[in-house]
């Protein structure tokens, strides 16, 4: 074993089902106690990288290392039971026909029973269902029956811990709980852990890095906050929010519209680009006798609209613009209680700082 080596590594995984390549030279390196998402719509990937690792699916080329030490190829494989990988997935996988102390305990192979009822009441203990120790589990919601999984799964002391989508099939109301006390439990535990989720909002609750995937390839991967805020191009902005988008083309490294024009620096003459912004960042004004707000250098210029819709959302509210130049459609966000009647002028100015400006050429074929 080598001391420095990642826990989790692969490299340029490759997978193809029926001559489509579903995933495509992907690689990842994920540390003790680290939590990775691969974050991505459905059918990009993500599971299919998972049961790869898992060993459920075999590659058709690349590597997986566990702690330095080769696991699979496509000459050398060890077997899925041997790779000291726990598993949880959306529908938990419970054995109906086996206790709750029976289906934590399915994967301790060795120690006395007593040594094993003992790191059954263990887990059971800290996940707070020692009391269900003899029940089944349709006796448990659905929360209880997650961590139940949760302890089975950690019992034989994983090295790395693969999670495909556990939390989506939870009730609003537990879900966030129930991910913050398992992820405290797996850094407890010090387990490397990829997390396949379609959910923007959980990967930035749960991830130490994010991999962001689209058609079978990692395209951005980062820390949450920088794969966020620095995004790769449109449809990266578009999958973790609304986005909006004005067209524009460049000339003089400038990107001129209504609203006053954008640096757009190392874009050639002519070039059309998208300017990208998520809602928040829509500033509004209202009308006073016809004007607008004077035009500033992080604002720009003000551009008039008419309230097409608004609506409360429940922290923030959702209104709708029309504007009066070309007939376009904004949105913007805004906290708490905002509701303009439908007609109303407004006036509207974009955060300079906050815009992502996109060569049209750099669009992908999905989310844009």
Not at 113 to 129: F, G, N, S, T
Not at 332 to 346: A, E, R, Y
């Amino acid at each position: 074993m080598t001391t420095d080596a990642p826990r989790l590594e692969i490299k340029d995984i490759c997978c193809a089902f029926d001559g489509r390549r579903v995933v495509d030279n992907v690689s990842l390196r994920i540390n003790r106690g680290q939590v990775t998402c691969l974050l991505g719509p459905s059918g990009c990937g993500k599971s299919t990288t998972l049961r790869v690792i898992a060993g459920v699916e075999m590659q058709d080329s690349g590597e997986i290392y566990v702690d330095g030490k080769l696991i699979c190829d496509t000459a050398h494989r060890v077997p899925p039971e041997r790779r000291e990988i726990g598993l949880m997935f959306q529908d938990f996988a419970l054995f109906p026909h086996l206790s709750v102390a029976d289906n934590v305990g399915f994967g301790l192979k060795t120690g006395g029973k007593a040594e094993r009822r003992a790191r059954i009441e263990e887990l059971l203990e800290r996940v707070d269902l020692k009391r269900f120790i003899d029940g089944f589990p349709h006796q448990l919601s659905g929360g209880e029956q997650q961590r139940v999984a949760l302890a089975r799964a950690l019992a034989p002391k994983p090295k790395i811990m693969l999670m495909d989508e556990p939390f989506s099939g939870l009730d609003n109301r537990l879900r966030d709980g129930i991910r913050d006390e398992t992820l405290t439990i797996l850094k407890e535990q010090d387990t490397a852990v990829l997390l396949v989720t379609h959910e923007p909002e959980e990967a930035m609750r749960m991830a130490d890095e994010i991999a962001l995937m689209r058609d079978g390839r990692i395209v951005q991967q980062g820390a949450p906050y920088n794969v966020y805020t620095r995004p790769m191009d449109r449809a990266a902005v578009a999958f973790f929010s609304d986005a909006n988008v004005i067209a524009a083309e460049v000339n003089g490294a400038l990107a001129r519209t209504p609203f006053g024009s954008f640096l757009a620096p190392g874009v050639p003459d002519g070039t059309p680009v998208d300017i990208v912004f998520r809602p928040q960042h829509l500033r509004i004004d209202f009308d006073r006798a016809g004007q607008g707000p004077k035009p500033t250098a992080s604002d720009g210029t003000a551009v008039r609209a008419l309230v097409e819709r608004s609506r409360f959302m429940g922290n923030e509210s959702l209104v709708e613009f029309r504007l009066d130049h070309d007939g376009s459609v904004l949105k913007s966000t805004v906290p708490n209680v905002f509701l303009p009647k439908p007609g109303t002028v407004m006036w509207l100015t974009i955060r300079r700082d906050r815009c992502f400006i996109f060569p049209v050429s750099e669009r992908t074929d999905k989310g844009t």
